[in-house]
């Protein structure tokens, strides 16, 4: 149980392109997902919280119009990199937690790398 | 807000030995500290966590400990096999409603046969 689906798993795009990754829960619903970011041999860095209904919260310094996410089910979240230029290039991961107080466990999806060109 | 420090940033130990990870947190809020495990290119799998009412947790050979006072808490791998090899992240999260990680900045374990 407890698994999340990331796609796509690796993405190559021009500059200027925008890009939609989803991330799902496929057994279980998830009313609170995450996206995180991360560079080569680095550590995960939340870019922003996602709340099924409402609107993310997105971290410091983090550009909400940048990074578009919308959590329109409890099992869906997406997040689109708007106007992707090389600096954008990295691995995004999403995780999903599972409704209920004290459920703090966050299951992770497998990643999506994004080359930006 | 809560900052997480993880050492050793790298770590190489005999195969059979046993590895030790060390973090320190920062918000003494913070009740929930999991431990997970990332091979390369892979994602992170959580592999023990701990809460704040509870001072040690064992499974098989990994166990983690908790210093609430002192705001450490480590991870205890023993008897280490060559599949122990990837990097692991200690986390910190904070009571219900603040639920967010803060990730250590990782430390890469190699098995050496």
């Known amino acids: 149980g407890a698994v999340v689906s990331q796609h796509p798993s690796r993405v190559i795009c021009k500059s200027g392109t925008s890009v939609k990754i989803e991330c799902r829960s496929l057994d279980f619903q998830a009313t609170t997902m995450f996206w995180y970011r991360q560079f080569p041999k680095q550590s995960l860095m939340l870019m922003a919280t996602s709340n099924e209904g409402s609107k993310a919260t997105y971290e410091q310094g983090v550009e909400k119009d940048k990074f578009l996410i919308n959590h329109a089910s409890l099992t869906l979240s997406t997040l689109t990199v708007t106007s992707a230029h090389p600096e954008d290039s990295s691995f995004y991961i999403c995780?999903?937690?599972?409704?209920?107080?004290?459920?703090?466990?966050?299951?992770f999806g497998a990643g999506t790398r994004l080359s930006v060109l | 807000g809560e900052n997480v420090e993880q050492h050793p940033s790298t770590l190489s130990v005999q195969e059979g030995d046993s590895a030790v990870i060390k973090c320190t947190y920062s918000d003494s809020a913070s009740n929930y500290f999991p431990w997970y495990k990332q091979e390369l290119g892979k994602r992170p799998q959580l592999i023990i966590d701990?809460?704040?009412?509870?001072g040690e947790k064992k499974d098989q050979r990994i166990a983690v400990t908790l210093n609430k006072t002192a705001k450490h808490f480590s991870l205890h791998i023993t008897e280490t096999q060559p599949e122990d090899s990837a990097v692991y992240f200690c986390?910190?999260?904070?009571?219900?409603?603040?639920?967010?990680?803060?990730f250590g900045t990782g430390t890469r374990l190699t098995i050496i046969p």
């Open positions: 995780s999903a937690r599972p409704g209920g107080r004290g459920g703090h466990i966050q299951y």
């Open positions: 701990i809460r704040s009412n509870v």
């Open positions: 986390a910190a999260s904070g009571p219900f409603g603040n639920e967010k990680l803060t």
